[in-house]
């Protein structure tokens, strides 16, 4: 298994960066533009437990797969979002959103990620791999939030 983190301080208030993980197909596609779909297929009474539809393409190529959640946390200091989820058949997948307050208009993002390739093969693969699309998320979750805060 591979893992990769980033962290990064976003210049604005905790609950505003919280807004783009709310489950909504709006907030989700603004700092994941590649996201086609996003619905909820099974509720668990709880955020624990719901199981989400979700659609990614990129040119020709779309993947649909089913993100669950794994965990939950939404205090006012602290909130978090684990799915997990399995890409095309192939990749055991776990990613979580942290975001803590770090002042009445800073919130600082940590993004975790880990994969686990099914197949023995793709184990080399995953070894190579580096961190370039979570930093490049961390960024985006940045400049998204601050650009839509300070409109």
Known sequence: MKRWSDTIEVETPIEHVWSYFDQSLEQTKKI?????????IHSSGETVGNVYRQSYGVGETKEEYEV???????????????????LAG???????????????????????????PRKWYLRILILFSNDQAV???????????EEEYNE
């Open 90 to 116: 192939v990749y055991d997948i776990q990613a979580t959103y942290l975001l803590e307050k770090a002042g009445e208009k800073k919130t600082t993002f940590t993004y975790l990620s880990s994969n686990r």
């Open 135 to 145: 930093a490049n998320f961390v960024r985006r979750v940045k400049r998204v939030a």
């Open 32 to 40: 994941m533009p590649n996201i086609e779909e996003h619905r909820l």
């Open 68 to 86: 669950t959640v794994t965990e939950f946390k939404d205090e006012e200091n602290e909130k978090r979002l684990t799915y997990s989820y399995t």
